[in-house]
């Protein structure tokens, strides 16, 4: 597609033109691939913040979800689901919705000739930022969500706004709403990155060894297996990067930690711990959601017409 101008854009390479309408349908699709997973993996993310924040008692995951579920019922498993599902479809909205906004800017600014010869520095610069803002929006309901999953029962409420309230009321000891950005930003950034990068990497390996043919000739079924299979391992290698900082969440949000540095922490329970503990359930979780999300994402905008992120 060419642009008005006859110039080239980063916003007319698409079977669609990257106007308004165009980000804002983005957006929605991140809120769906996102707000939706996150929230329907509730208990395997109760399961892990608890590994982190107490693993002489929580270890492994199965035991943890027995145990939780023997000492607060089903209903123990779901907890944090309110504002894990509102934080995250804000998350998502800004973190996809964004990344085509920063991407195509990057590019427009870089030319045509930088833009195809620097692609990955494209994809890592427009993750990043965009992630920049997608935190900013998530910080007070992560930080909920974690007070919510990982305090011991009956010690904090676990209502949505009644857990909002409580944040609200006691923000001087918890932080709220910002106190942990800085380590949502060191968790979600890398993350973010390598989630955009390895999946558009992985895409382009794909469509040129894979399925050879231009990628418009498949149909919506196999571009879209793509997209799920591209998801699933960059979020196995995301788990991976940003597991230390995604401990160091948890463990900020634990009553013992009070007022203790984020370096503080990380110096008590270690370098391999923080690494480790919990790394095999997130894997499992991430790399599910990663691939999940990815391909809503997608399933979203190919209904809109959009057609399918990435190619060679």
């Known amino acids: 597609m060419t642009s008005p101008s006859g110039k080239w854009d980063a916003r007319y390479l698409g079977p ?6 165009y980000y804002a349908k983005c957006m929605l699709g991140g809120v769906l691939a996102c707000g939706v997973t996150h929230a329907g993996i509730t208990p395997l993310d109760v399961a892990k913040c608890n590994m982190q924040v107490n693993p002489a008692k929580y270890n492994g995951l199965m035991p943890t979800l027995k145990l939780l579920s023997a000492e607060e ?13 509102v934080g995250y479809s804000l998350q998502g909205m800004f973190k996809y919705g964004l ?4 991407k195509d800017a990057y590019m427009n600014l870089a030319g045509e000739e930088a833009s195809n010869k620097y692609k990955p520095l494209i994809w890592l610069a427009g993750s990043a930022s965009a992630e920049v803002f997608a935190d900013i929006a ?9 007070k919510i999953q990982t305090s011991p029962t009956g010690t904090f409420p676990i209502p ?26 060191s968790r979600q950034i890398p993350y973010t990155m390598a989630k955009f990068f390895f999946f558009e990497k992985i895409v382009q390996l794909f469509y040129t060894h894979v399925f050879t043919a231009p990628k418009e000739t498949y149909n919506k079924g196999t571009q879209l297996g793509v997209t799920f299979a591209s998801g699933y391992l960059a979020g196995v290698v995301c788990a991976i990067v940003s597991h230390p900082a995604d401990s160091l969440v948890s463990l900020l949000g634990k009553a013992e930690n009070k007022g203790k540095s984020v370096g503080q922490i990380a110096s008590e329970t ?11 359930t997130r894997v499992i979780m991430i790399g599910t959601l990663t691939g999940f999300q990815w391909w809503i994402y997608d399933t979203f905008k190919s209904a809109m017409g959009m057609g399918t992120t990435g190619g060679k």
Do not use: I, N
Not at 99 to 102: G, I, L, M, R, W
């Open 16 to 21: 669609v033109p990257h106007d308004t309408s």
């Open 160 to 185: 949505f706004g009644a857990a909002l309230a409580q944040m609200r009321a006691t923000k001087a000891e918890t932080r709220y709403p910002f106190g942990s950005l800085v380590p949502l930003w």
């Open 138 to 146: 998530l910080c007070p309901l992560e930080m909920t969500k974690v």
């Open 270 to 280: 270690g370098v391999v711990t923080l690494a480790t503990k919990g790394l095999g």
């Open 73 to 85: 019922g089903s209903r123990g498993l779901w907890k944090g689901f309110g504002p894990t599902l």
């Open 99 to 102: 990344y085509e906004v920063f």
